[in-house]
């Protein structure tokens, strides 16, 4: 994994990803993704690893950084002449983290009716990575070091508040709306909401070093 976080690394100093989308949040997006797949009684090596890579990279073709079609070709092109990946698994994690975006997914999606795209025999792997990148995102941390990444001239208590209203209005939602179903990710949404809801009220940065609760 050396060669993926350092590829990580690169690709956030070039396109100016800060430590909210940064490589803590790729290595924890990427352990809880396994953790999931960990559950099933059958996971081929190929879809683990398909799953650990587009959890960790989906970041690094993320449209609020870059432009997605270049960071896409240059993730293809790493998995396969540096790394010797296949076309095929190359266009899987390709496939996957261009379409996991939350933003777009409810856009194009009816209220409380989530639609997914078709990524036939990738559909557990992209939905493993969806949700282990949707539990990320009870980490209040990463709310208020983006907003400060893109408001620099903003106070520290409209950060805050800024985090306060998107939890309520968007993360603490993600189950009754229907974007969080896989029974492993189930089961750990209450802890990790119980700790954002502390971080909220005592305006803690606290984050788990590795990402998970």
Partial sequence: MNDLFHFIEEK???????????????????????????????????ERKVVAYAAALHDICDKKYTDVIKSSNDIRSWLIDTQGWSQEHADAVIDIITSMSYSQLKLNSLPGVPRYPNHGKWQRAYHVARHADLLEGFIVARCVLYNRHIHPDW??????????????????????????TIPAALEQVDALEAEARRCLRERSLDWTPNGLQ
Wanted: charged share 35%.
């Fill in 155 to 180: 106070t520290d208590d409209q950060h805050w508040k800024r985090a306060e209203e998107l939890f309520e209005t968007r993360v603490f939602k993600y189950v009754a709306e229907g974007w969080i």
């Fill in 12 to 46: 956030c100093q070039e396109y100016n990803i800060d430590e909210s989308h940064g490589l803590k949040h790729a290595r924890g997006t990427m352990e809880r993704a396994l953790a999931i797949l960990d559950r099933y009684t059958i996971v081929p090596d190929d």
